[in-house]
């Protein structure tokens, strides 16, 4: 069981946005601003899209944002294209000995 | 930018050792700091520990610190992550990936992934 609270799976329309929701506690999610997003296809490497909450790196598309509230970080992908069909996994650091925590991974379907 | 080449994939039997190396190029050794994640299909993905290479400092999971020892060598700027006391729980694919210096606050880029096997 993982650390950090995903669904297993969300599914949308070409053109549609839709939301993956990471809920954690008041040690990880609820304590810093250190939530990242990762997008892997299958039987590729994580890359990273979101880092401290709501930053891109260079080259990830804008239609990818993060944002916050309390205990549960949200990845917002709008304009949902074919190639985003994906596993979508959050991160935390943490202030207990586990030092970085995971969400149990989103797989995200374009219909 | 660096650029993070991992160890092929390796069988080991239970009880044994397994150290898994990540090759960074592109950058000077120090500049930067390395993360080891790994990812099975039950548990997903764990943060193993961390190195900064620059003063050979780790800093370890507590799920993993008494099987798990992360090293560093300037001369070949290569990182290692070393697995004792293996079981078959153990096999899954293990990433390098630089993190920030301050903290493991995020991971960018990731080495390849190196498959180990734990299999009598």
């Known amino acids: 069981q993982s650390a950090l609270t995903q669904p297993a799976s969300v599914s949308g329309s070409p053109g549609q946005s839709i939301t993956i929701s990471c809920t954690g506690t008041s040690s990880d999610v609820g304590a810093f601003d250190y939530v990242s997003w990762y997008q892997q296809h299958p039987g590729k490497v994580p890359k990273l899209l979101i880092f401290?909450?709501?930053n891109r790196p260079s080259g990830v598309s804008s239609r990818f944002s993060g944002s916050k509230s309390g205990t549960t970080a949200s990845l917002t992908i709008s304009g949902l294209q074919a190639e985003d069909e994906a596993h979508y996994y959050c991160?935390?650091?943490?202030?207990?000995?586990?030092?970085?925590?995971f969400g149990g991974g989103t797989k995200l379907t374009v219909l | 930018q660096v650029q993070l080449v991992q160890s092929g994939a390796e069988v080991r039997r239970p009880g044994s050792s397994v150290k898994v190396s990540c090759k960074a190029s592109?950058?000077?050794?120090?500049?930067?700091?390395i993360t080891w994640v790994r990812q099975t299909p039950g548990l997903g993905l764990e943060w193993m520990g961390r190195?900064?290479?620059?003063?050979?400092?780790?800093t370890y999971a507590q799920n993993f610190k008494d099987r798990v020892t992360i090293t560093a060598d300037e001369s070949t700027n290569t990182i290692y992550m070393e697995m004792s006391s293996l079981t078959s729980e153990d096999t899954a694919i293990y990433f390098c990936a630089r993190d920030r210096w301050e903290l493991p606050d995020w991971f960018d880029p990731w080495g390849q992934g190196t498959l180990v096997t734990v299999s009598s």
């Open positions: 190195i900064i290479p620059m003063f050979q400092s780790t």
């Open positions: 991160s935390s650091y943490t202030s207990t000995t586990t030092v970085v925590v």
């Open positions: 592109g950058a000077t050794f120090g500049t930067y700091t």
């Open positions: 401290e909450v709501t």
